[in-house]
């Protein structure tokens, strides 16, 4: 079956650290995956994607996240948060007719 | 450009009351359109999904029904609201072609009391 899993449902971090938010699939074709975020009470906003070529993917907001294809991982990364980055980030790929699987996501904090 | 649109953005219904949200898309023709469902700390559930005026496929069994009866209108419905049907439901676009990315509109949160 088809599945995307997130690792860690929260993850607190200081302000300017490293951050890793990490994202398993589960699929017997390619596919295309996505990271989107979710400030509180908002829609989805497309972080970044890979649907082929370069295994590194540069987002907006300074995230980046790295397909490997032997891990089945896609786990998103930045060099140093913001407190503006707190917010739940959602790790998704796609199926048939386009459908979204997504993750359970992960709630990221960023402490001053 | 293309827009979403969603209505109401929030809603206080009572059990057994009906229920009707509207999705609509602008800016773009034949879109194919997605119902999600959020509850409170749990990730994103495709409810129906359609890619033409009228044609709806439903992925999970539950108290809910969609319909499409304009190419860029999408409604969720129900005949009788259930607690477990609160959450916060997002609508979302495809293009049809390209590449893959779905965009979702602002959502509506759905309190049933």
């Known amino acids: 079956a088809q599945s995307v899993t997130q690792l860690d449902s929260q993850v607190p971090v200081f302000e300017e650290a490293p951050v890793e938010l990490r994202c398993n699939y589960s699929s017997s074709v390619s596919v295309y995956l996505f990271w989107y975020v979710q400030y509180p009470n908002q829609g989805l906003q497309l972080l970044l994607k890979y649907l082929s070529g370069s295994t590194l993917v540069k987002g907006i907001n300074g995230f980046e996240a790295e397909f490997n294809k032997s891990q089945t991982s896609f786990h998103l990364r930045k060099p140093s948060v913001h407190i503006s980055d707190t917010a739940e980030y959602f790790c998704?790929?796609?199926?048939?007719?386009?459908?979204?699987?997504f993750g359970a996501g992960t709630r990221l904090a960023v402490h001053p | 450009s293309q827009t979403i649109h969603q209505w109401p953005a929030t809603l206080v219904q009572p059990v057994g009351s009906p229920l009707s949200l509207e999705c609509t898309v602008e800016?773009?023709?034949?879109?194919?359109l997605y119902w999600y469902r959020q509850a409170a700390g749990r990730g994103l559930q495709l409810l129906f999904y359609?890619?033409?005026?009228?044609?709806i496929s439903s992925e999970v069994p539950q108290n809910l029904s969609a319909s499409r009866p304009q190419d860029r209108q999408f409604i969720l419905s129900s005949k009788k609201l259930l607690l477990s049907d609160s959450g916060f439901y997002l609508c979302?676009?495809?293009?049809?072609?390209?590449?893959?990315?779905?965009?979702f509109g602002p959502g509506t949160r759905l309190t049933v009391t």
């Open positions: 800016g773009t023709s034949n879109p194919n």
């Open positions: 979302a676009w495809y293009p049809g072609t390209g590449n893959s990315e779905q965009y």
């Open positions: 359609s890619v033409g005026i009228g044609q």
């Open positions: 998704a790929f796609s199926g048939g007719y386009n459908k979204l699987i």
